[in-house]
């Protein structure tokens, strides 16, 4: 199978800022190797990052939305919301679409889980009024930290008792989509 990153430094070379999110630091481990290892180190909760970095934009928003999908009972109906336009993106993934999720995203009155992940779709997509001369960074991957932040957002409210199966599960989930989208393109 092909990943996106062959290893750990491979992901940590095309994205440098992914160093500022993390303690843990990169080795030439195949990435998903690697991020098993995160998944029972002291900080868990990096194989969450590590997991968003690791797939293409769209998968990682549809992995956003359906970790989120399994915390909806933690969720208010504003959130609800927009895991519904969300799931409307990840089908037809257009213009307009994608310009429902940002205004709605960006017109929220605080940044919560289903907030983080319409972001995450928003920022997916090349903007299109950027200007044609105006670089693209390879540095930093927006879609990757708000899929992110929104799953640990959603974790933050999930019992502490149920905290660590649910990290589990969304880990295991991520790592089966990553190999799934690696089997695509062997």
Known sequence: MRF?????RDLYAAYPT?????RARPNDRPVLSFCRTLLVSRIPEEAITFCAYILPNRV???????CLEHLSAALDEFDLTM???????VSDP???????????ALMAEQRS????????AAWSQEDPQRPSGYP?????????RAVSTGIL????????????????????MGIQLAEFEASRYS
Do not use: C
């Open 94 to 104: 257009s213009e307009y679409r994608r310009g429902i999720l940002m205004d709605a």
């Open 18 to 22: 992914v160093a500022q999110e993390m």
């Open 153 to 172: 957002a959603g974790l933050a409210r999930v019992a502490l008792a149920d905290r660590a199966a649910a990290l589990t599960g969304f880990v295991a």
């Open 136 to 144: 693209r960074s390879a540095q930093v991957n927006r879609t990757a």
């Open 113 to 120: 889980p289903g907030v983080w992940v319409a972001l995450a």
């Open 4 to 8: 996106r990153f062959a290893t750990a």
């Open 83 to 89: 895991l519904k336009h969300v799931h409307g993106w």
């Open 60 to 66: 990682a928003v549809w992995w956003g939305h359906e």
